[in-house]
């Protein structure tokens, strides 16, 4: 129940630091509730007498921000009055200078005024419920602070701009259709309404199966540009591990030597290639030794290939493959891997029919000039299926929203099944209406509390 503003009886006002917990050229305070107009104002005097209460929505004030006894800071009051806001209730956003210490004071200041803590995410939460986004545009906002690249930056807005959201309605809409069709025909026979015909619907049914298999397929693309990619760089010693990474990281990350033997130990950096983050480990050089230190690395190398996600398999092109090469080839064979071959610029002695055998993705270079480079960006996105992404496309961006699409499609499959077999109509319209349902619980028009509990349980305080 709602009073005429729109709140609840017992809303409360929330604030929370919104900026990072760093030192930094501004910093922001951010309240949100019925009263946040009211507890900004005790702890805010504008240099020329007004009040938040005197001004539009959208207006800023300048003034000092105080705890009732002394000056803080100065500061910039912005006013957004419900419920044309972000969380669709008044709010109030100090801007202050960035210190760490100002920051608390201030927000000390404004819950000695009657303002509580804001728990992780509640002024999404708060948007969510007050029907300002959906809850798939809710999600993508940690995925827009957490972007780490262009495509994923770009997928994440796109998201937040209610991409996902528009392609689930329209999957949702074909069904919802279906299902009334059946329905009406089911339940009023004498009715002047055009029986179902089998073919049309199930045409219907491979099209949104179709479309949900696309939207699953994508998911392992999307969470690489927004996650990144555990990957390996194996070989086996003075193959050009070293150098290869050095050239990603675009440092000296590595020791590189003439000497075999030199990595002994996993060195690890994130690098962005192309538009993918790759959490990189340069491993130590896979080969039998007597030495009980690079043993040690050797037994870790082969620890991270057992997890890792991609693997860059580095030959040396200038050398003949030797049972080192050949035992890497065989304990990755079910990996995702390129076949790196090395030193490209040199004369060729490498057994490249064998290498082809094994390998789907494999590129030419030369980690010491930089030259091939592109191509095993391009290689990657391949492997990894980036290259089919289209950042403005609606994609799926967490495990909840995969589960949910996969139980929309389980039920359209049965769906299908249920109509090729020619079993009652009946049974076709429960699958159908069970694919609507998980959909309504992927966009939250019908998720539970604990499904929403859970979604913001992720976010950072203040967001």
Same mark, same amino acid.
């Given at each position: ?59 800023? !004030? ?31 956003? !100090? ?6 210490? &100002? ?13 509580? %803590? ?33 495509? /994923?930056?770009?997928? /994440? ?13 329209? #999957?949702?809409?074909? !069904? ?5 069709? =059946? ?10 309404? %055009? ?28 969470? /690489? #540009?927004?996650?990144?990619v555990a990957t390996v760089i194996a070989g086996r010693p003075n193959v050009g591990k070293s150098t290869l990474m050095n050239l990603l990281a675009g440092c000296e990350r590595s020791i590189v030597t003439e000497y075999a033997g030199t990595t002994r130990d996993i060195v690890e950096d994130t690098v962005i290639l192309g538009d993918v983050p790759l959490r990189l480990s340069d491993t130590a ?10 043993? &040690? ?31 890497? &080839?065989? /304990? ?8 790196? #071959?090395?030193?490209?610029?040199? %004369? ?24 091939? =480079? ?58 159908? *209406? ?10 939250? *028009? ?18």
């Amino acid at each position: 129940m709602k009073n005429e503003n729109g709140y609840a009886p017992s809303a409360k006002t929330i604030a929370a630091i919104s900026t990072p917990q760093a030192p930094g050229g501004i910093g922001i305070v951010r309240l949100s509730g019925p009263r946040a107009k009211e507890i900004a104002g005790k702890v805010f005097t504008s240099r020329h007498g007004k009040t938040l209460k005197d001004v539009k929505g959208y207006t800023a !004030l300048y003034g000092r921000v105080h705890d009732g006894e002394t000056d803080i800071d100065e500061a910039i009051a912005l006013n957004f009055t419900a419920p044309a806001s972000f969380t669709g209730e008044d709010v109030v956003e !100090l801007s202050c200078h960035g210190g760490l210490y &100002i920051m608390r004071r201030v927000l000390k200041a404004v819950f000695a005024a009657g303002a509580v %803590p804001a728990g992780p995410g509640e002024f999404t939460r708060r948007a969510f419920l007050n029907g300002k986004i959906g809850l798939t545009e809710a999600e993508s906002v940690m995925q827009i602070i957490s972007a780490q690249g262009e495509q /994923a930056a770009k997928a /994440a807005l796109a998201g937040h701009d209610g991409a996902l959201e528009k392609k689930i309605i329209k #999957i949702r809409g074909m !069904l919802i259709e279906a299902a009334a069709h =059946l329905s009406a025909w089911a339940d009023y026979p004498e009715d002047d309404i %055009p029986q179902v015909n089998p073919e049309k619907l199930q045409t219907t049914l491979l099209t949104v199966k179709s479309e949900i298999g696309h939207l699953l397929r994508q998911f392992d693309a999307g969470r /690489a #540009i927004r996650e990144g990619v555990a990957t390996v760089i194996a070989g086996r010693p003075n193959v050009g591990k070293s150098t290869l990474m050095n050239l990603l990281a675009g440092c000296e990350r590595s020791i590189v030597t003439e000497y075999a033997g030199t990595t002994r130990d996993i060195v690890e950096d994130t690098v962005i290639l192309g538009d993918v983050p790759l959490r990189l480990s340069d491993t130590a050089g896979i080969r039998l030794t007597d030495d009980p230190v690079e043993k &040690i690395g050797v037994d870790r190398a082969r620890g991270k290939l057992r997890e890792a996600q991609l693997i860059l398999a580095v030959f040396d092109s200038s050398q003949e493959l030797n049972g080192e090469d050949r035992e890497l &080839i065989s /304990a990755i064979r079910e990996s995702a891997a390129i076949a790196v #071959i090395n030193k490209s610029d040199l %004369p060729a002695k490498i057994d490249l029919k064998y290498i082809k055998k094994y390998f789907q993705q494999i590129v030419y270079i030369s980690a010491l000039s930089g030259e091939g =480079l592109q191509e095993l960006k391009d290689a990657v996105a391949e492997v990894l299926r980036t290259s089919e992404l289209n950042p403005a496309d609606g994609i799926l961006f967490t495990e909840r929203q995969r589960d949910a699409a996969r139980q929309a499609g389980d039920c359209v499959t049965e769906a299908l099944t249920a109509v090729e077999s020619g079993v009652t109509l009946d049974a076709v319209t429960v699958s159908i *209406e069970g694919a609507v349902s998980a959909l309504l619980e992927l966009t939250g *028009e019908r998720a539970t509390e604990a499904v929403v509990d859970s979604v913001f349980s992720h976010f950072c305080v203040g967001k």
